[in-house]
């Protein structure tokens, strides 16, 4: 079984500043990782598939990268509305798991 | 643009089988991946499994002894039955499809609005 490994597991910013989300997988899981931003009371969004591609209508500000087992989402410039929490998440063959999280709030 | 309704019983006492169902609008069931996953109040996600309109389902093997997922494509929707449930089965459970382009499916998008189970007698 694969396990990601997020940090920091909670990340205090500003708005308008840059936020660097890290996922850490157990071993290789090539491309296969996506993250999701969740908000309180909501289901998780798509952000980023397959390590680097915008999901459909998610902003420019949000980019992902890494291969194997290293992955960064990035948020370029903090606005209100990124306050929240976000997952990365793998696929091995056909398990599928994901990170603890990381919650990214207003300093 | 594809979207799913879970629903089911809000509470369930111990020992007893959890069933869910969802219904998915806007799209059809068939020749796609569909996911089950939960998340307990204030924790992390739990994939559960995931189910094709051919083949056997997979399941978590955590998970796999209790689980048990159809699809009803007449109805056009996935079901989920968890056998035994106990205080820690309490969670929010989301329905999702699972996604990919030529490597696999490899992401849920989308998701349900999810549906709270609470098990308690």
């Known amino acids: 079984e694969i396990v990601l490994t997020q940090s920091p597991a909670t990340l205090s910013l500003s708005p308008g500043e840059r936020a660097t989300l890290s996922c850490r997988a157990s071993?290789?899981?090539?491309?296969?990782l996506a993250w999701y931003q969740q908000k309180p009371g909501q289901a998780p969004r798509l952000l980023i598939y397959?390590?680097?591609h915008r999901a459909t209508g998610i902003p420019a500000r949000f980019s992902g990268s890494g291969s194997g087992t290293d992955f960064t989402l990035t948020i370029s410039s903090l606005e209100p509305e990124d306050f929240a929490s976000y997952y990365c998440?793998?696929?091995?063959?056909?398990?599928?798991?994901f990170g603890q999280g990381t919650k990214l709030d207003i300093k | 643009q594809v979207q799913l309704q879970e629903s089911g019983p809000g509470l369930v006492k111990p020992s007893e089988t959890l069933s869910l169902t969802c219904t998915v609008s806007g799209g059809f069931v068939s020749n796609y991946y569909w996911s089950w996953i939960r998340q307990p109040a204030g924790k992390g996600l739990e994939w559960i499994g995931r189910?094709?309109?051919?083949?056997?389902?997979?399941?978590n093997p955590s998970l796999k002894s209790r689980v048990t997922m159809s699809l009803d494509t007449s109805k056009n929707e996935v079901s989920l039955r968890l056998r035994s449930m106990t205080v820690a089965d309490t969670a929010v459970y989301y329905c999702a499809r699972v996604f990919g382009y030529g490597s696999g499916v490899n992401w849920f998008d989308p998701w349900g609005q999810g549906t709270l189970v609470t098990v308690s007698s």
């Open positions: 189910i094709y309109t051919t083949g056997s389902p997979n399941y």
């Open positions: 071993q290789s899981v090539g491309s296969f």
């Open positions: 998440q793998q696929r091995s063959n056909w398990l599928y798991s």
């Open positions: 397959d390590a680097s």
